[in-house]
């Protein structure tokens, strides 16, 4: 009988870790291909037990973080909910053995008689296995895995943006098959341009902005800033010349080239051109590209004004109004480890925050306010704990303001390993750029129920 609990919870846990790639992002931060052939190897493993009221839980989860299925894991906080998994089904909580009775499987409060969740049989007969299968309802909850009940806006809107790309690849294509029409190319093309003039005009977006300052001299963070306000004004400066080129070709003044051909095309399509996109890899909308990247320039600038009155970091930060904000944290870093009394190397320095009302403490050598975050997965008020997201919660919800800092890796974090658990930070919402790694505080023992909700931080709601 303890044999045939096993393989339940074997099934079980199949199912789950599956089933979790219907919510990617959130779910898995992408598809990873999980099959059969995990399932038949850890059913094998199990048949293979010589004591099976007594697993070795240990090697059980070794080899299915290792070799099964954690071997097409390449994503670090994937592994960490495949882990948190294992832990949380491969127990011998689950399992009815001898006296003790099994706890209902993790998640499955919404299921079972009562609604107290589902109980693994004991395991005399086949029909008290098939009797739970056939219980089981024909659409699954997200509660069923750990995830918030507000995830199928996220699934939704990962699924739009996968949509609208396809969609701009057919048009593309369709767009390059119908041949360059100028006339038909500033029809479509009318909007954008005058897009790109308002958001220009009026404005010093396209000006250079003297940081006044050697570089090479400079503190980290300062001659972050300044190099910061120099490649925004390259890009921008590019973007400027292939849209008067386009519009000098489109009104008949200048002859076609390849590059006006190329670049004209993509934007039809509703594509960001690719050397724009080489430079910067923004939102997938023209439109919503020009207008984030003028946004960042003018930003920057105005970052750079504080830079030269010596208050670079006086005011709260915004990640979401760099072009490169893990850059920024190198330099912050390296500022750190050059102003600490007495030095430390910057491989003895780690990254800690604190958040709302704690954030008003000093902390580290040199403290940076970052503003504009957002969270996904759950809910958080300054001086709180995390907390559940609701069915009716947005995708993202905004963050308050968070202090970080480097401090020598010896002392301790102004977060309890008990009373927090650790984020990754990203700079989009499709999670494919891990930025950095924060703790947010949380109750006692619940850092698992965050784990598995897919809880992530964003640099912006965007």
């Not at 839980?57 to 299915?64: A, K, P």
């Not at 604190?354 to 997965?377: D, F, H, I, N, Y």
């Not at 202090?403 to 102004?414: C, N, R, S, V």
Request: aromatic letters at 8%; glycine letters at 6%.
């Amino acid at each position: 009988t303890a044999r045939a609990q096993l393989l339940f919870i074997v099934a079980w846990f199949h199912a789950i870790v599956q089933e979790r790639r219907t919510f990617i992002p959130q779910g898995w931060s992408k598809f990873h291909e999980f099959s059969y052939a995990d399932l038949r190897s850890t059913a094998d493993i199990v048949t293979a037990i010589d004591n099976p009221a007594s697993p070795p839980w240990e090697t059980l989860h070794g080899l299915l973080d290792n070799a099964i299925y954690g071997g097409r894991i390449d994503n670090e906080f994937d592994q960490r909910i495949l882990r948190t998994c294992l832990q949380t089904f491969y127990t011998s909580s689950n399992l009815s053995l001898g006296d003790r009775s099994a706890r209902p499987i993790p998640y499955t409060h919404a299921l079972g008689k009562g609604g107290v969740g589902i109980v693994v049989p004991e395991g005399k007969t086949k029909k008290e296995f098939t009797n739970i299968i056939n219980s089981l309802p024909d659409v699954d909850t997200p509660a069923l895995f750990g995830l918030p009940p507000n995830i199928e806006r996220v699934v939704q809107q990962a699924n739009g943006t996968r949509i609208t790309g396809q969609l701009k690849t057919m048009a593309t294509a369709d767009v390059s098959a119908a041949g360059w029409d100028r006339e038909r190319m500033a029809v479509q093309l009318q909007p954008l341009l005058l897009l790109w003039q308002t958001i220009t005009s009026g404005y010093s977006a396209l000006k250079a902005v003297s940081h006044g300052m050697v570089v090479e001299k400079a503190a980290p963070v300062d001659a972050f800033v300044a190099m910061e306000s120099e490649a925004a004004l390259k890009l921008v400066n590019m973007v400027a010349a292939a849209i008067n080129s386009a519009d000098r070709v489109l009104k008949g003044a200048d002859l076609l080239t390849a590059d006006v051909k190329t670049i004209t095309t993509s934007l039809a399509a509703g594509r960001v051109p690719d050397p724009w996109d080489a430079k910067w890899e923004g939102p997938d909308s023209p439109a919503m590209w020009l207008q984030a990247a003028i946004k960042k320039k003018l930003a920057i600038d105005d970052w750079l004004a504080s830079v030269r009155n010596g208050a670079a970091l006086s005011k709260p930060v915004f990640l979401a109004n760099m072009f490169n904000p893990q850059v920024f944290l190198n330099a912050l870093r390296q500022q750190t480890s050059r102003t600490s009394e007495p030095p430390v190397a910057i491989d003895d320095l780690r990254l800690v925050c604190v958040w709302g009302e704690a954030a008003s403490r000093s902390m580290g050598t040199l403290p940076c306010a970052l503003s504009g975050l957002s969270l996904q997965g759950a809910l958080f008020t300054a001086g709180g704990t995390l907390s559940d997201a609701r069915a009716d919660t947005p995708t993202v919800v905004p963050l308050p303001t968070c202090i970080i800092a480097f401090i020598p890796k010896h002392l301790d974090d102004p977060q309890p390993d008990a009373g927090s658990v650790v984020l990754p930070v990203y700079e989009g919402l499709d999670r494919s750029k891990l930025l950095a790694k924060l703790r947010m505080p949380c109750k006692n023992s619940e850092q698992s129920r965050w784990i598995m909700a897919g809880t992530a931080i964003f640099v912006s709601a965007e």
